[in-house]
């Protein structure tokens, strides 16, 4: 599985972006997918994942009623819809897929296969 992010940008606090993952190969949209992202000097932490269907999404604490995620799979994307973003949100976005597609994981070990990533930088 090929997977490409982008929507990435700089935009003022409390804007919105919206991220892209398209996905390419054999039976991609069988997979679980997630967003994860790194700021400079941290680790790379859990944004949101969804399951195949679409039927199970998962949110970290700090994205909340702020971030949305979503598939099509007829067109075998994820997106990632931002709102009310702060400057704490600025970091490089991952997407990422795991082949366990009924399980949401948070954790990056539970990935099989990563994106390129795309930069968000919210300035305040």
């Known amino acids: 599985v090929q997977l490409q992010a982008s929507g990435g940008g700089l935009v003022q606090a409390g804007g919105s972006l919206r991220l892209s993952c398209a996905a390419s190969?054999?039976?991609?949209?069988?997979?679980?997918m997630g967003w994860f992202r790194q700021a400079p000097g941290k680790e790379r932490e859990f944004v949101a994942g969804?399951?195949?269907?679409?039927?199970?999404?998962v949110y970290a604490d700090s994205v909340k009623g702020r971030f949305t995620i979503s598939r099509h799979n007829a067109k075998n994307t994820v997106y990632l819809q931002m709102d009310s973003l702060k400057p704490e949100d600025t970091a490089v976005y991952y997407c990422?897929?795991?082949?366990?597609?009924?399980?949401?994981?948070?954790?990056?070990?539970?990935?099989?296969?990563w994106g390129q990533g795309t930069q968000v930088t919210v300035s305040s």
């Open positions: 969804i399951d195949w269907i679409g039927g199970s999404i």
């Open positions: 190969g054999r039976t991609s949209s069988s997979y679980a």
């Open positions: 990422a897929a795991s082949w366990r597609g009924t399980v949401v994981g948070s954790r990056t070990i539970e990935y099989d296969y």
